[in-house]
């Protein structure tokens, strides 16, 4: 095989490596004030809502990774009374292929507290609408069980499929629970990654075996 060859199939399969997987989302919640600018929304529909639902971390504890309040946290005074429903959603992105999303998710030590937590995806573009958010990944203590979150940094990892060509949306996490019963959620480290369908690698491996076809009809 001729060294044009060779160097041909170092690009294929480096660009292999690379379509294997796209980072989509990577969030560490560093500077939660900055997010906003990332296209990062907060959404709070509580009955009798109290400020943005999601805020910056700490003091209870330490984050599962960086600086010790760089993770995120919703929690009961999210809402004055009745029921709390605070949405974060993440930047628009491609839907295209599927992939998977991870996430670290916590609660404090206190005990008897009833809170849940949601993830889903909308394919509704740009829209923040919580009634798009149909596409359920997760559901982290579905029936509000008293301590039915985890007491310390516990990995939640998840995998979604693609919509085709063009789709698009927002990722949301959705904390929900009453005033009266719930207490907090944390989350940090947030990641998601794309990975291009099957096809896109037939495909390569094609145009790979024209090539070696050609020197071949040559030699």
């Known amino acids: 095989m001729s060294k044009r060859i060779i160097a041909v199939l170092a690009l294929g399969c480096a660009a292999w490596s690379a379509q294997a997987n796209v980072t989509l989302i990577n969030e560490g919640f560093d500077n939660f004030n900055t997010l906003s600018s990332q296209g990062w929304s907060f959404t709070n529909l509580s009955v009798n809502p109290l400020g943005p639902g999601w805020v910056q971390g700490g003091p209870i504890f330490d984050a599962q990774s960086g600086a010790v309040d760089s993770y995120t946290q919703a929690s009961f005074v999210s809402a004055q009374s009745g029921k709390i429903d605070a949405w974060l959603m993440t930047p628009t992105v491609s839907l295209e292929s599927g992939g998977t999303l991870s996430f670290f998710v916590r609660t404090d030590e206190l005990s008897g507290f009833k809170d ?13 609408d919580a009634a798009n958010f149909t596409n359920v990944l997760a559901d982290i203590n ?3 069980q008293a301590d039915g979150i985890p007491a310390a940094w516990t990995q939640v990892s998840v995998i979604y499929s693609g919509l085709g060509n063009g789709s698009s949306g927002r990722f949301g996490f959705h904390y929900s629970g009453d005033y009266d019963t719930a207490n907090m959620v944390a989350m940090d480290t947030i990641n998601i990654q794309a990975i291009p369908e099957p096809g896109s690698f037939a495909l390569l491996g094609l145009g790979l075996a024209g090539l070696a076809f050609l020197r071949r009809r040559r030699d």
């Open 116 to 128: 849940r937590l949601q993830v889903s995806f909308s394919s509704a573009g740009q829209s923040t």
């Open 142 to 144: 579905p029936t509000y």
